[in-house]
């Protein structure tokens, strides 16, 4: 079993930066693929980035590819979503979890463990 919890959400700008984080107990980190998801008001979970479990590879949704940057650490167990450039269409929950899979699964169903999720709020 793997717990996972994320924090780091919070109110920021249109065009501010966030990080969040997600610190993992439990299992081995380090064998598992960890994936960042978000889900908006009325709206499907939806894949945002993922990294290997050795953190050399990592593989983004188009819609966050070149402002968000998935990162991992896994002597602390933790991954890290840096988001910059943020737009009030990422206004969402934003939950980590973990695969023991391939890196770029983009299918929440796919994914074993999750956190209960932080939120992000942009304002315009």
């Known amino acids: 079993q793997v717990q996972l919890v994320e924090s780091g959400g919070g109110l920021v700008q249109a065009g501010g930066s966030l990080r969040l984080s997600c610190a993992a107990s439990g299992g081995t980190f380090s064998t598992y693929t960890m994936g960042w998801f978000r889900q908006a008001p009325g709206k499907e979970r939806e894949f945002a980035a993922a990294?290997?479990?050795?953190?050399?590879?990592?593989y983004y949704a188009d819609s966050v590819k070149g402002r968000f940057t998935i990162s991992r650490d896994n002597a602390k167990k933790t991954v890290y979503l840096q988001m910059n450039s943020l737009k009030p269409e990422d206004t969402a929950v934003y939950y980590c979890?973990?695969?023991?899979?391939?890196?770029?699964?983009?299918?929440?169903?796919?994914?074993?463990?999750w956190g209960r999720g932080t939120q992000v709020t942009v304002s315009s």
């Open positions: 979890a973990a695969d023991r899979g391939w890196y770029k699964e983009t299918d929440p169903y796919e994914y074993d463990y």
């Open positions: 990294i290997s479990w050795s953190g050399g590879n990592t």
